[in-house]
């Protein structure tokens, strides 16, 4: 197998045959001509399936390590939630879903308002913690949801460690990847069942598409996926699909900017007198630090951190960068800033995953790291 670079340009990526294009078409069509009644390519209707999600499809499981004509493969859909919706039509009443007690607004918001109406059940638990993740554990659990580093406060979980308790339970390990990337972290190799991607994200890369992914190993599971994306509807366009496909050719080089400016930022904050917390990976003192030093191969582009002057500083500086742009979403080559208590983790208000009030999340672009250290800079002195 080729190395993670050269696939992210080449799988499912050959030049196209008739007119010799090197860059896969956006192939916008809705149907195909059939030879006789069911005697078609392989396309017969894009809702089941299209040439440039094909490509795309092919191309992101690669990336996690599965090839596609000997195991899994990928259910590329509409955006992430879509692909977090894919996992709950594989459950039914009365099964249990385990997730993380930071996790995702938007994935608390699905789980506890959309599937526990359907009869589901959840609870959260501290997943970086192997005894809290034992205990919660019940014998009607049929997923455990992983994110790391999670969504907002950047903690750092075991993937390999909790597959085996998610195992023993007979429970499907399901790991959002989205901050991680393939070019970070291979949650597949380390015992996962399901990866998930919201493409909207680092993969894409440029803000400008909004997509989601699942990629598994297992072949029995994939067919399962892809028999209820089709029956449910929850397809990306032929455009977004190329957008993403796009985006993944230059992952690799992106994904060490963004590591590298993250870093820079983080131990520019640690040293601050205003910040009175940052939570990153990368920084030593971290208590994620040793496991994702051991499963990623560096530490992402996503910084938190918390002032000490409460939830009215975090405004204050949220709202006064010139170069980080208050915005919600992730993973696009410009910076953004949020405060997640008022934007992406809305819905957890009140819950027990409730995100501090004071909490500013950053998605730390490939800007020149200088720029960006001296906008936050001017931003925490103005408070």
Known sequence: ???????????????????????????????????????????????????TRTALQVALASLE???????????????????TALVGYLLKPGDHILMPDDAYGGT?????????????????????????????????????????PTNPLLRVVDIAAVADSAH??????????????????????????IVLHSTTKY???????????????????????RFLQNAAGPVPGPFDSYLVLRGIKTLAVRMERHCANAMAVAEFLAGHDAVEQVYYPGLVDDPGHLVAHRQMEAFGGMVSFRLSGGPEAAIRVSTGT???FLAESLGGVESLIEVPAAMTHLSAAGSALEVPADLIRLSVGIEHPDDLLEDLDRALRRM
């Open 1 to 51: 197998m080729t190395r993670f670079d050269t696939r992210a340009i080449h799988a499912g990526q050959d030049p196209e045959p008739t007119t010799g294009a090197v860059v896969v078409p956006i192939y916008a069509t809705s149907t195909y001509a059939q030879a006789a009644p069911g005697e078609h390519s392989g396309y017969e209707y894009s809702r089941t399936d299209n040439p």
């Open 65 to 83: 390590g599965v090839d596609e004509d000997r195991e899994g493969g990928c259910v590329a859909t509409a955006s992430g939630m879509a692909a």
């Open 108 to 148: 608390f918001r699905f789980i506890s308002q959309v599937l526990a109406g359907q009869g589901i059940e959840w609870t959260v638990a501290d997943l970086t913690d192997p005894d809290a993740v034992a205990a919660a554990l019940r014998p009607e659990t049929r997923v455990v949801w992983v994110e790391t």
């Open 168 to 193: 023993s339970a007979g429970a499907t390990l399901v790991v959002d990847n989205t901050f991680a990337t393939p070019y970070l972290q291979r949650p597949l190799s380390l015992g996962a069942d």
């Open 203 to 225: 993969l894409g890369g440029h803000s400008d598409t909004v997509g989601g992914a699942l990629v598994t190993a297992d072949p029995d599971l994939i067919e399962r996926l």
């Open 322 to 324: 010139e170069l980080f």
